[in-house]
């Protein structure tokens, strides 16, 4: 869940040319100053979550045993990479997402948010919504 809400839903939105986009205001109450993003499946998508959420699966990938859990699960270093970091919440409820994510992934201009329940999906448009 997305701290301790379900969020689901579609939002269109923009993002600016200082690479802030506004959060939902259904994700308001869940947000504080900051939020965590990731990379997603690697078709362009940016995953947004609650900084809380986003503490909880770094200190997760960051305490498990390399060794141990690489014999397990292979997609550690590449779960790992995945996490951009945090991203500040302007007063507006904008969230500035670093120019270096938006490069990797090609986002810029208008986006679509989709709420999956954990985490807000950042997509291009609906050309790559329909791949997934």
């Known amino acids: 869940m997305f701290g301790d809400t379900s969020i689901i839903g579609v939002f269109d939105r923009t993002i ?13 109450a869940e947000v504080g100053e900051e939020v965590g993003l990731a990379y997603g499946d690697g078709n362009g998508e940016i995953l947004l979550m609650t900084l809380k959420k986003f503490k909880e699966l770094y200190e997760k990938l960051e305490k498990e045993n390399a060794k141990e859990v690489l014999a397990q699960d292979p997609t550690l270093i590449q779960r790992m990479k ?12 904008r969230v500035q997402i670093p120019q270096y994510a938006l490069q990797k992934t090609g986002l810029e201009g208008n986006i679509t948010m989709i709420g999956q329940i954990t985490c807000i999906g950042i997509y291009k448009g609906e050309e ?4 997934r």
């Open 82 to 93: 995945q996490l951009i970091g945090t991203a500040p919440v302007d007063k507006q409820g």
């Open 16 to 28: 600016d040319s200082k690479g802030r986009v506004i959060i939902p205001s259904c994700m308001n």
């Open 128 to 131: 790559q919504i329909k791949g």
